[in-house]
DNA sequence: TTGTTGACCTCTT
DNA sequence: CAAGAGGCCAACA
């Protein structure tokens, strides 16, 4: 994964665990959201996918939760699951927060699933060439 | 320190 | 085709 992990300093208190390792799963992940172009969207699998480890998804769920405390801020509505569905917004301030941060952004939202997911699909790994 | 859980994905029955 | 289980890593009790 040759993302550009700029030697920042975060995983300050959120990651106690990751203080001696310096870097974690945690900031690639953070790092990859926040390079999501607006109007854009992209699904775990992917995120973890271009992280080397797809099968551990559920750690980009995880980096997300710690998304809403960390700056600068991490656009986590653009993060969808495999389906395109909104499965994170309930951690959302609000439980529309999600949906309308995506509506700002043109991103159309019908049944917490994202039209043309397909299309507005950001793939790490093409867009940013691994 | 060990065990359970979690915003998921994929393979197997 | 539908449902179940496994697997990754980190946070929390």
Redesign the pocket.
């Known amino acids: 994964m040759q993302v550009k992990r700029k030697k920042e300093k975060i995983?300050k208190k959120?990651?106690?665990?990751?203080v001696g390792?310096q870097y974690?799963?945690?900031e690639d992940v953070y790092e990859l959201v926040r390079q999501i172009p607006k109007g854009r969207v992209t699904?775990?699998?992917a995120i973890?996918?271009y992280l080397g480890?797809?099968?551990?998804?559920?750690?980009?769920?995880?980096a997300?939760?710690?998304?809403?405390h960390v700056k600068p801020a991490v656009p986590?509505?653009r993060?969808?699951?495999?389906?395109g569905m909104l499965?994170?917004?309930?951690?959302?301030s609000t439980p529309t927060k999600?949906e309308e941060l995506l509506a700002k952004e043109k991103v159309k939202v019908k049944n917490d699933t994202v039209v043309d997911f397909e299309k507005l699909f950001w793939d790490p790994a093409k867009e940013l060439e691994i």
């Open positions: 995983l959120e990651s106690p665990r990751a390792k974690s799963f945690f699904s775990y699998g973890a996918n480890t797809k099968l551990s998804a559920r750690m980009v769920g995880w997300m939760n710690g998304a809403h986590a509505q993060v969808v699951n495999r389906n499965t994170g917004k309930a951690h959302f999600m």
